[in-house]
């Protein structure tokens, strides 16, 4: 067999480029019944200017389950992360074409209100990014946006009841008038957790949620999502392997803008069905 190079995967990416009109279909082993389905994207295309960032990825992912987007640096994950939520239309340069429906809704419509969507679908950054406020605070941030939880109680409720979902209730409640910023890393990125899910959201996006963790504050934000699953939809982007096999039950394989290999985590592990997938993960390049 060929090794797998950078070059020749380059080589092949862009054989199947010229031959299917650069629409990447990718190979689809997870067979969802409709009413699995949460997130489903056709023909999704970015650009940045004129530069092609992604090249029509056709993707569903389930409901109440973790799907975990992995692939060398520059393949597009985070930018298909961030069309789930239409975050990249805050970059002026970008522009996305396709459809992504969550439920009933085509999310990348104009008519959709992007301050609602963003509330009913989370994103949880690389960086845990508290805003420099108090732990109540910015647990209490998105509902009182939202008009949700009118009085002290209501909103104390909604505080404590995300905190305690997310693990940090035990640490943080003899201080909740404290700043955010006051704690450590991991329980920083548990506080954005808890920010995303005190507005009652369906779906987290997670953009490589602890890549700035050490591995105990990892393995915790791991039994997270773990914990969290089932109650929510949650897509994650990480460099890591092994962290993609623990956390998730779909994987996805992204490379050079084209959706690669979807499959089962253990599938896409174990017998990997496109060479540039086995490429990617027994180290052959990336
Ligand atoms: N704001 C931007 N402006 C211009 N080009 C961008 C921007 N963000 C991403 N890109 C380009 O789009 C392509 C995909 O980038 P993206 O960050 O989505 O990849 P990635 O797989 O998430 O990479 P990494 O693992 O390094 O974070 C890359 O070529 C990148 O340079």
Not at 63 to 89: A, Q, W
Not at 104 to 114: A, E, F, G, K, P
Not at 180 to 188: A, E, F, K, N, R
Request: overall charge negative.
């Amino acid at each position: 067999m060929k090794p797998m190079t950078k070059e020749n995967a380059v080589e092949i990416e862009n054989k199947i480029n010229a031959s299917n009109g650069t629409t990447s279909q990718g190979v689809n082993s997870v067979e969802l019944s409709p009413e699995d389905v949460k997130i489903s994207a056709r023909d999704v295309r970015v650009k940045y200017g004129q530069k092609e960032a992604l090249f029509g990825i056709n993707l569903d992912m389930p409901k109440g389950k973790v799907t975990s987007f992995i692939g060398p640096s520059g393949c597009g994950k985070s930018t298909f992360l961030r069309c789930l939520n239409r975050m990249n239309d805050t970059i002026d340069t970008c522009s996305v074409t396709g459809e992504i429906m969550v439920d009933d809704m085509n999310i990348l419509s104009n008519q959709v209100d992007t301050v609602l969507l963003r509330a009913k679908i989370g994103m949880v950054f690389q960086k845990p990014n508290p805003f420099p406020k108090s732990i109540y605070d910015n647990v209490a941030y998105g509902p009182r946006l939202h008009g949700i939880g009118s009085s002290k109680e209501e909103m104390d409720e909604i505080v404590e009841t995300s905190l305690e979902k997310v693990g940090l209730l035990k640490e943080v409640k003899d201080r909740l008038l404290e700043p955010g910023t006051g704690l450590s890393g991991g329980q920083q990125q548990r506080l954005c957790i808890a920010r995303a899910i005190a507005v009652d959201p369906e779906i987290l996006l997670m953009d490589e949620p602890c890549s700035a963790l050490d591995p105990i504050a990892t393995a915790r934000i791991e039994e997270l999502i773990d914990e969290l699953r089932g109650s929510y939809t949650i897509v994650i982007v990480t460099h890591s392997m092994q962290q993609a096999a623990r956390v998730s039950q779909h994987t996805a394989f992204f490379h050079l803008g084209n959706l690669v290999e979807y499959g089962e985590t253990e599938q896409i592990f174990t017998s990997p069905i496109d060479e540039r997938t086995k490429g990617y993960i027994t180290g052959r390049f990336g």
